[in-house]
């Protein structure tokens, strides 16, 4: 199994529980996927773009640490493009 890193950035007018039901199945996705999440919290509560993503110009940053073998990443990654409320999402391996 490899490490990664995610940061995903979450659209900024969720409700407190939205946002929390949110960053719950971001982490889900990972364990269902056979991964194991080291940590995970919100990295950034409002940082502005430089330029609008889906007409935002300004989003929560969550950054997740975890481990998961290499084909998992795809099915976490189409997870992830199925919710509305993920604006973008970034996947480092970490050596």
């Known amino acids: 199994m490899n490490k990664y890193e995610a940061m995903v950035i979450v ?6 529980e ?5 960053f719950k199945q971001i982490d889900e996705a990972v364990t269902k996927n056979g991964g194991q999440i080291s940590s995970s919290g919100v990295w950034a509560e409002r940082r502005k773009f ?5 007409k935002f110009m300004e989003g929560i940053y969550y ?15 189409n997870i992830y493009k199925l919710n509305e409320n993920i604006l973008r999402v970034l996947f480092t391996r970490m050596e």
């Open 11 to 16: 659209r900024p007018d969720l409700s407190d």
């Open 18 to 22: 939205d946002k929390k039901t949110l």
């Open 50 to 54: 430089y330029f609008p993503i889906n």
């Open 63 to 77: 950054l997740a640490a975890f481990s998961a073998p290499s084909p998992a990443i795809k099915e976490i990654r």
